[in-house]
């Protein structure tokens, strides 16, 4: 049984959650990581029961140590690895504190070099493995009032496609997916609830999970590093 580790792992109807759970239907055994412990025992607990294998670990994707220590559980079986890491952070840049931005930066993208490089520590002497980072429209655009969360989902896509183009060689998969709009999930639907009546306006995490499972199925002979979703009515 190979393993997955995916951080960034949150409320069940999040992207993280319905992650883990989907991989661990198509047999892999899922260390489920995130900052919240509760969160990750409540995803865990619905794979046991449903006949998966999975493990909670507790660590902050912004610590080099976590991230070490989480890759060092995954032994030597690691299959997949994804960072779905990286709450939006508004604010105009006038009033921005050097911190905030930082910060933002840590969690969105200088979280994704330390998973990535672990990453790839480990599959590389294997010849094998799939790395997917989550993206979103700030990814490729940047946009009045998100300008710290633009530039830093920008620096992880660019991140993972020069990580695509040194690895690929090795045998490593790296992969981008663009969610390109609101997720129809919990967090949206908690802090926005006028946003919940206009469920087609949400991307389904669904659809966005079959988007993941598409890329680290794909055979090393028809790769794609990037896969876009968005529902019929965004503009882009
Ligand atoms: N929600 C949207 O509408 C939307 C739209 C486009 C793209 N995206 C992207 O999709 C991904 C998932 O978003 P989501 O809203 O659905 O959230 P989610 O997958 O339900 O949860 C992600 C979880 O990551 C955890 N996290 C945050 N900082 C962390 C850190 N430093 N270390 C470890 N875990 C951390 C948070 O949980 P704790 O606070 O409990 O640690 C958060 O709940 C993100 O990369 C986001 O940028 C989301």
């Known amino acids: 049984m190979g393993t997955a580790i995916i951080i960034g792992v ?4 999040g992207l993280g959650a319905q992650l883990c759970k989907r991989f661990a239907t198509e047999g892999l055994n899922v260390l489920v990581a995130g900052r919240t412990k509760a969160a990750l025992d409540a995803v865990v607990s619905d794979i046991v029961a449903a006949g998966g294998r999975a493990t ?3 660590a902050d994707a912004t610590s080099e140590a976590d991230t070490i220590a989480l890759f060092d559980k995954a032994g030597s079986d690691l299959e997949l690895a994804i960072y779905n890491a990286g709450n939006n952070t508004a604010g105009k840049i006038i009033d921005m504190t050097a911190d905030y931005f930082e910060q933002s930066w840590r969690v969105v993208c200088f979280g994704g070099f330390l998973f990535g490089r672990e990453a790839v520590r480990r599959m590389v002497p294997k010849g094998a493995g799939t790395l997917l980072f989550t993206g979103a429209s700030a990814s490729l655009r940047g946009r009045s009032g998100y300008g710290a969360f633009n530039s830093s989902k ?5 991140l993972a496609q020069a990580m695509a183009k040194e690895y690929a060689g090795d ?5 981008h997916v663009v969610v390109d709009g609101a997720i129809g999930g919990e967090k ?49």
């Open 154 to 158: 920008a620096g992880l896509r660019t």
């Open 188 to 236: 949206i639907k908690t802090r926005f609830p006028e946003a919940a009546s206009r469920e087609e306006r949400l991307i389904s995490i669904e659809g966005i999970v079959d988007g993941f499972v598409f890329l680290h199925k794909q055979p090393p002979r028809a790769w794609s590093f990037e896969l876009d979703v968005r529902t019929m009515h965004e503009k882009w």
């Open 171 to 175: 045998g490593i998969h790296v992969g």
């Open 56 to 58: 909670a670990v507790v």
């Open 10 to 13: 949150g409320p069940d109807q």
